[in-house]
């Protein structure tokens, strides 16, 4: 049933048939045949964007918010090289995401060419897989093979890299036979094997001091593998924690939940995973702002590990049980085979557990102290959550890189999947605002904030163009400290609070700057005044970005510093780092 | 001006290598495809593993598959990592690790020009013949030898030529299979 058409028109077509409904993208020399396609049709609508890192990072937060692929278009040369941020970042987090990349016309490739660069050398390492369509036979297959190859096992962005001349080209459209696509070899391992699972079954049975590891891979699989994370949770008893990545997967109302873990996690969480005598690790991949010094990392457990990566099995930590498979379908069988053997959870056997863990939380190590003078960065947050509640509307968040991301992770508690958007792996500054933006694009209808610092904002500030144009109400709330304060953090505690360009000078006026935008701007410096502002940014039908001058030194704590094991954690209360800044080194800053 | 007499430390946590470094043969089906090359050779270079030898060509026409065979000196923790890592790559069918399967038959061919006249001459056809080089180009002054073998066997050929008037090498890297009626 194959249907004549251009190239250009072929790809318009794939998108259509793989149930796409918004694209990100900027058009330019080599992609015009595709957007003059574009233009001829009203199924896919073209989000335009201001600079192509903000596309690329606008279908990641489209990605994550709605668990189906984000799409780019953008064209050849500074197209594609501004995405390759983008790709990167999705690439580190297991983001799958579609960027469509033009190219110069197939005999200009390797001339040098106006705009033209090698994309497919460039973004090899940076994607799960990238195709340079030289045919337009081949097109039909390569559009729906990426669709399978970005969506599939470990998720990740692909480029599909079109020439000009290919774009113009006839040809036949035709909807590929999945099974006799051209990488035979790509069959990702979906389920568990079942052997595996019952013997982490059985560790589970026996254990003392459990503990559940969960990571973006439980979120990547779907809600489904959220609910059976609950009822596994529910039925075993463990305590929960969870990755940055994996934030909402298990619900933070929860009593099981022990907060996030990591560099910045709670000291319940850190304290329970160096501990434990089981950990259940469940879509997370040991990640280096994880377990802090490898071999000091929990030294008296065993470990599972279910991951869909077969490559992240045993590259950091070793694991006694490895389990590869999808996190959605290990956690049914673990359920099922959990079921066939207990009813119940073990109380007894876990109530010394539980009471460790309650003397730990009773250090209450987010705990910080309020001021009524200048607004506390986790204050801010706190207010920004609880006003948030009473809404009644799905509240997405979204962040860019730094303290405040921390603060957000800590201080906004979700009880969703799919509700919270930041740049984990690559830890991209201005991934937030333009994020906020693609999910504000599937969810029309939430509430969509994006919580940045100064620093992080400017990265990709233009986006806020973006969201006036397309009537998105996104909310910005900037914690303003004037400082890139994680780097400064940093260099308080190892650079001998030598500020080395980590403070932001020559700031522009953020509310003058969203009006000339044609958004709202709010400023707000006052405690006592922060409950009415944001009221007054949610009740703004449009996007605002709201400029909260915070505690300039405030450090971010918990912290494990770099180096050392979970157990020797810096506590709001035992350490104050921020007692080594000292009169000399204000100065300076 | 004095900060590197300070305290400092490190975003990251780097252990210390505890484990010595092994010579593996691997081998790796993959579709033959533009890029495929520099897919799984960036990937050495992108995750910092040594290659020592890399050889490739289409091995199986109708099924447009070509077959890599690379020699990486690592760790045996890294050397899972690079098979888990190459097997991650969406055109690799598979990788075998031909050391670790046990018997496998290693060769290689090199092309070896040596130059000289008189005794020398004399002595060098000798050495070929005890290592039964074929004589691939020969003039008055010098001659060209095709030697085929296990690389060990090719660098004391090499090395012997050494003294003899050898001009230049060139070898084709290792061609490696397992014994037995096992195929990959």
Redesign the interface.
């Known amino acids: 049933m194959a249907e004549k058409m251009t190239g250009a028109e072929m790809v318009i077509q794939a998108l259509t048939d793989q149930g796409v409904e918004h694209i990100f993208g900027y058009p330019g020399g080599a992609a015009l045949p595709i957007y003059d396609a574009l233009f001829q049709q009203e199924q896919v609508q073209h989000i335009l964007v201001r600079h192509e890192q903000g596309a690329t990072h606008m279908a990641e937060g489209y990605a994550r918010s709605t668990g189906k692929p984000g799409v780019v278009l953008v064209t050849s040369g500074p197209g594609a090289t501004n995405a390759v941020t983008g790709l990167t970042d999705a690439l580190m987090d297991s983001i799958p995401l579609i960027c469509i990349t033009a190219q110069v016309p197939t005999n200009l490739i390797g001339s040098d060419a106006f705009q033209e660069c090698d994309t ?2 460039i973004t ?2 940076c994607t ?2 990238n195709y ?1 369509v030289k045919r337009v036979e081949d097109l039909p297959r390569i559009m729906h093979e990426a669709f399978l ?1 970005a969506t599939t096992g470990r998720p990740g962005p692909v480029v599909i890299d079109i020439p000009k001349d290919v774009q113009f080209a006839l040809g036949d459209y035709y909807m590929p036979d999945l099974d006799t696509l ?5 069959r990702p391992q979906m389920d568990g094997d079942t052997a595996a699972i019952t013997a982490a079954v059985d560790m589970m049975l026996k254990a003392e001091r459990p503990v559940f590891y969960t990571g973006g891979g439980v979120i990547n699989a779907g809600p489904e593998a959220s609910a059976h994370l609950r009822e596994l949770a529910e039925i075993t008893g463990f305590p929960v924690t969870s990755t940055l990545m994996g934030l909402g997967a298990f619900p933070a109302s929860n009593p099981q939940w022990l907060g996030m873990l990591g560099m910045h996690g709670t000291y319940e969480a850190n304290l329970a995973m160096h501990d434990c005598d089981l950990m259940i690790n469940i879509g997370a991949r040991f990640d ?1 702002r994880i ?5 000091a990392f929990s030294p008296g457990s065993r470990k599972i590990h279910v991951d869909i ?3 992240s ?3 950091v930590v070793r694991v006694d049980v490895p389990i590869i498979g999808d996190c959605e379908r290990v956690l049914a069988e673990m359920v099922r085979i959990y079921r066939s053997k207990a009813n119940q959870p073990r109380t007894e056997a876990l109530a010394p557990w539980w009471d460790q863990i309650a003397k730990w939380r009773a250090v209450d190590s987010l705990g910080y102290k309020n001021s009524d003078t200048v607004i506390k960065p986790q204050y801010a947050i706190e207010r920004l959550y609880e006003a948030s509640k009473k809404q009644g509307k799905e509240v997405f968040i979204t962040t860019e890189v730094g303290q405040h991301q921390m603060w957000a992770a800590q201080h906004f508690h979700f009880d969703k999947p799919n509700h919270w958007m930041t740049s984990g792996g690559l830890g991209t500054m201005g991934y937030g605002l333009p994020a906020a933006v693609g999910v504000q694009v599937a969810h029309p209808d939430a509430l969509v904030i994006d919580i940045a610092g100064e620093a992080s904002v400017q990265m990709t500030m233009q986006e806020l163009s973006t969201a006036v144009q397309y009537r998105l109400p996104i909310k910005i709330f900037i914690l303003n400290n004037e400082r890139m304060g994680m780097v400064r953090q ?1 260099q308080d ?4 609070s ?1 500020y080395a360009h980590s403070y932001s000078e020559s700031l522009p006026d953020f509310v003058k700057l969203a009006e000339a935008y044609g958004g709202k701007g709010i400023r707000c410096e006052n405690p006592a005044e922060l409950d009415a502002a944001i009221a007054e940014m949610f009740d703004y039908d449009g996007p605002v970005l709201f400029d909260v001058i915070v505690e300039k030194d405030e450090n971010c704590l918990p912290m494990i ?3 050392k094991p979970h157990n020797e954690i810096i506590l709001p209360d035992t350490a104050n780092i921020g007692d080594i800044i000292d009169e000399k080194g204000r100065a300076l800053v | 001006m004095n ?1 590197h007499l ?1 305290p ?6 780097l ?1 210390k290598e505890t484990q010595e470094i092994e010579r593996h043969t691997l081998s790796v089906l993959v ?1 033959n ?3 495929i090359l ?2 799984v050779v ?2 050495f270079s ?1 995750r910092g593993y040594n290659i020592e030898s890399l050889t490739v060509s289409e091995t199986e026409h109708g099924r447009r598959l070509s077959r890599i065979t690379v020699v990486v000196i690592a760790t045996p ?1 890294t050397l ?2 690079i098979k ?2 190459l ?2 790559l ?5 990788v075998h690790d031909l050391t670790a399967e046990g018997a496998s038959l290693e060769r290689e061919l090199a092309l070896i020009k040596v130059a000289g006249s008189g005794d020398s001459r004399a002595e060098t056809l000798r050495l070929a013949d005890a290592f039964r080089a074929q004589i691939v180009d020969a003039s008055v002054e010098s001659f060209v030898f095709e030697v085929t073998g296990k690389p060990a066997k090719i660098d004391s050929f090499i090395a012997l030529m050494q003294p003899l008037g050898l001009v230049e090498v060139v070898r084709t890297g290792l061609a490696a299979i397992s014994r037995g009626p096992q195929g990959m």
Request: aromatic share 8%; hydrophobic share 30%; proline share 6%.
């Open positions: 497919v050398g090899r390492s799960k897989y340079l190859i051209r990488h035979q070899s790509y280096d377990t802090g010094r490898v071999d990566d077969p490559s099995i045993n590259k940093w505690l190892l650079h001998g030598r510093p770099s180096g | 900060a300070q400092t430390g490190s975003a990251y946590f252990t579709d495809e533009p890029g520099a897919r960036g990937l992108a923790k899972i990592q888990l890592q097997e991650r969406v055109p690799v069918h598979k």
